[in-house]
């Protein structure tokens, strides 16, 4: 027999617990699966300086905060990772292996996103020896080491000065003539020493026997290309160069938007009954903690609304 609820979380991020507060706190019953830790993708990330009321706070203790508070007002959580999603006149079931189908009246699917390849030769092969998308994680692998941050975005310039506080020198590979991030946190990283800036620049290849060795980087105005030798287990690339919505579970039931992402109407509905989307998995420009929370607490009381009618 599957455990029925009125509404199913699908991931335990920002967006999937603020739903289940503002689901729970409708009076309806809620569970949240979710695969690994609580609190989702910022969990990964050392400090939170955006997220209004906590000026200063770690990724992990915001995510593990997200997990308490729904708990606290009765929000379940199964832990547990999904491996599909059917449909039936009841609602929707999801698979979950050992842990037993879980039912739900409504799904709101919170899936969130995974960290988006950049396509260098060897970036996949040198995946966790040598090549790492998670600063918190690895960073301390790199301690007095030199590592190369790939992106030039809000998250590149965040975590490079994370890093910068470990590794002995960061060195920011840009593939345009300038960042992407807010202004703020590029004057913050021209002040720190130990790290410097490659623009118009791109790694296209990786090689070495178990560990990186040599790295090519092109020039992306004269497209001159340069191999640089390193000592293997003494160099690191962090990429962080955007995030990739995880839709596979429900891209049967919605219809995915040019970045990869699910669209919703504002009020979160995909076009499918009962189905709502919130946080990164939504196409969206804006994929931030902020975001997720808002639209999580938009499609719990969308979901609210579909079951009351
Ligand atoms: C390095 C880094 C730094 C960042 N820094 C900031 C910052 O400073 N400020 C800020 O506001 N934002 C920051 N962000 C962005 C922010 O983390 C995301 O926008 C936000 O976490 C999105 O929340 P979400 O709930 O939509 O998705 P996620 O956080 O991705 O959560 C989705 C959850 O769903 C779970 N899941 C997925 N598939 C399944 C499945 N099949 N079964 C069960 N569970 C599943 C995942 O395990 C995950 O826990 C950063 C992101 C990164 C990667």
Redesign the pocket.
């Known amino acids: 027999m599957a455990d029925t609820y009125d509404v199913v979380i699908?991931?335990?991020?920002?967006?999937?617990?603020?739903a289940g507060i503002y689901a729970v706190r409708s009076g309806l019953h809620t569970v949240v699966?979710?695969?690994?830790?609580?609190?989702?993708?910022?969990?990964?990330?050392d400090?939170?300086?955006?997220?209004p009321g906590i000026p200063h706070i770690s990724?992990a203790e915001l995510?593990q905060r997200f997990e308490e508070h729904a708990a606290s007002l009765g929000v379940e959580t199964v832990y547990?990772?999904?491996?599909a999603v059917g449909h039936s006149e009841q609602g929707f079931i999801l698979e979950?292996g050992p842990s037993g189908p879980i039912e739900g009246r409504a799904l709101i699917v919170?899936?969130?996103?995974?960290?988006r390849e950049v396509g260098f030769e060897g970036e996949r092969a040198f995946r966790g020896r040598g090549v790492s998308?998670?600063?918190?994680c690895d960073g301390m692998f790199y301690r007095d080491k030199t590592v190369f941050v790939v992106g030039g975005g809000?998250?590149a310039c965040?975590?490079a000065i994370y890093l910068s506080h470990i590794a002995r020198e960061v060195i920011m590979v840009v593939r345009r003539d300038e960042f992407r991030a807010p202004k703020g946190i590029v004057d913050e990283l021209n002040e720190v020493p130990n790290i410097k800036v490659r623009f118009n620049t791109s790694i296209t290849e990786i090689r070495g026997e178990r560990f990186i060795a040599d790295i090519t980087f092109r020039d992306n105005v004269t497209n001159e290309v340069v191999v640089e030798h390193f000592d293997e287990g003494t160099v690191g690339i962090f990429v962080?160069a955007g995030?990739l919505p995880?839709t596979d579970?429900v891209s049967g039931y919605v219809e995915l938007g040019p970045d990869g992402g699910i669209l919703t109407d504002e009020n979160m509905a995909t076009g499918f009954p009962g189905l709502f989307a919130?946080?990164?998995?939504?196409s969206k420009r804006l994929?931030?903690?902020?975001?997720?929370?808002s639209?999580?607490a938009i499609a719990a009381t969308s979901a609210y609304h579909y079951l009351r009618q």
């Not at 699966?33 to 990330?45: K, L, R, S, Y």
């Not at 998308?133 to 918190?136: E, V």
């Not at 994929?287 to 929370?293: E, K, M």
């Open positions: 699908l991931g335990g991020g920002a967006a999937g617990y603020t699966i979710e695969q690994g830790m609580p609190g989702g993708q910022i969990a990964t990330t400090m939170v300086d955006n997220y990724g995510g547990a990772m999904v491996t979950t919170a899936t969130g996103a995974v960290p998308y998670c600063a918190t809000n998250a965040e975590e962080f995030t995880v579970l919130a946080g990164d998995v939504r994929r931030q903690v902020i975001t997720a929370a639209d999580g």
